[in-house]
């Protein structure tokens, strides 16, 4: 019988070689693996094993005996059956957004796992939690997704990353987020990222300042700028530190309007009055972002207009955006998320970050706000809504 466990023993050490160990209380003994290395090392075991029941049912009528080497060869490939059950074999991503055009990037995502030949219910599934702006309750569903053993996380938004770091151990973490990674505490460098996180950065909260300029050249009766934020988002306190120094710069107030739940922000729109502000500009928060729709109906009643930097705003009656396209960014993000499923450490990946910027403007909006945009920007325009 020592031959043949002998030949088991040579493929668990062909099987170690390629970094990963099979045990017999063994949790995820597969974690790493292509589905082709998975398929052929299960079938060397089973043959190996298979060889050893037969040739010792032929030497001996042992009952016993041979309940013993089912038992055992049933003890053996239980953690590769519970690794990857039948009927497939793809790796749980959990997602967690804040609704809203996050979803696009979760679209850009899935094109990208596509052209690099990852498909979807086979090698990959995507486990999506929409909190809905409630980013409280972030921290709690990162933790009970890693206790669930997801292969993977994918966050999108600084502040939804940040709750999720702070609620996992070991999960490893693909971000793409609109502010440095750095100075929200999510790496420790944009070439080294260190720990368990990595990602893609996108120019949102930089831009901000930006924005109040463009917005300016749009609208140039501006004098009053409101803002609807949560101060506790680091995010959304860097974009709004940019907003008051460009505010300056540009001689326009800022009105600032805190808020820090979706109930909150649901409040101060309905007390908002037209004379408090001229134009409304968008600072970079998740929670607030989740919700823009109330934010526009909000100030195309009050005929406000805005500069956003969701994209997917503008096609829901904001007046403009200068900012990154979504779809282009999870397409970016999708070689971390596809390496890391393939076993690949976090911490070896830096940060990428996506610098196309698009300018979009709604003419239908302009012409109900009675605003009339300047030819020089409708030139530098990458789309325009009639």
Request: glycine share 8%; aromatic share 6%; proline share 4%.
């Amino acid at each position: 019988m020592s031959r043949h466990f002998q030949n088991v023993a040579a493929c668990l050490k062909g099987a170690k070689s390629r970094r990963w160990r099979i045990r017999v209380s063994g949790r995820n003994p597969l974690k790493g693996l292509s589905l082709a290395e998975t398929k052929s090392d299960i079938l060397k075991i089973g043959l190996s094993l298979g060889a050893g029941m037969t040739a010792m049912c032929r030497r001996e009528d042992d009952v016993s005996k041979r309940r013993l080497l089912a038992a055992f060869a049933a003890a053996l490939l239980l953690p590769v059956c519970a690794a990857y059950p039948q009927g497939g074999s793809a790796r749980k991503v959990g997602v967690i957004l804040q609704g809203g055009s996050w979803y696009e990037v979760v679209e850009g995502l899935r094109d990208g796992l596509k052209g690099i030949g990852f498909e979807e219910g086979k090698q990959y599934a995507l486990d999506i939690h929409d909190m809905h702006g409630e980013i409280g309750t972030v921290e709690q569903e990162a933790r009970t997704l890693e206790q669930q053993q997801v292969a993977l996380l994918y966050t999108l938004s600084a502040s939804v990353s940040v709750a999720a770091k702070r609620g996992t151990s070991k999960t490893p973490i693909v971000f793409v987020v609109g502010t440095n990674p750095v100075v929200v505490d999510l790496v420790e460098s944009i070439r080294k990222p260190g720990g368990r996180l990595t990602g893609v950065q996108f120019r949102a909260t930089d831009l901000t300042g930006k924005r109040l300029e463009m917005l300016l050249e749009i609208a140039p009766k501006v004098h009053r700028v409101v803002a609807f934020y949560d101060p506790q988002n680091p995010a959304a306190r860097e974009s709004a530190h940019e907003a008051q120094e460009a505010a300056q710069k540009l001689n326009l107030e800022l009105v600032e309007r805190h808020v820090n739940s979706v109930s909150q922000l649901q409040k101060a729109l309905e007390a908002f009055k037209g004379d408090e502000a001229d134009a409304v500009i968008a600072i970079s928060d998740a929670m607030v972002d989740s919700h823009i729709q109330y934010i526009i109906d909000m100030a195309n009643a009050l005929k406000l207009p805005t500069m956003l930097y969701d994209p997917g705003a503008v096609a829901k009656g904001g007046l403009a955006t200068y900012s990154a396209d979504y779809k282009e960014v999870g397409r970016l993000s999708a070689k971390y998320v596809h390496r890391i499923l393939q076993g690949a450490n976090p911490a070896e990946f830096p940060v990428e970050g996506a610098d196309k910027l698009l300018l979009v403007i709604n003419l239908k909006t302009a012409r109900q706000l009675e605003i009339k945009i300047p030819e020089s920007v409708l030139t530098r325009a990458d789309k325009i809504i009639e």
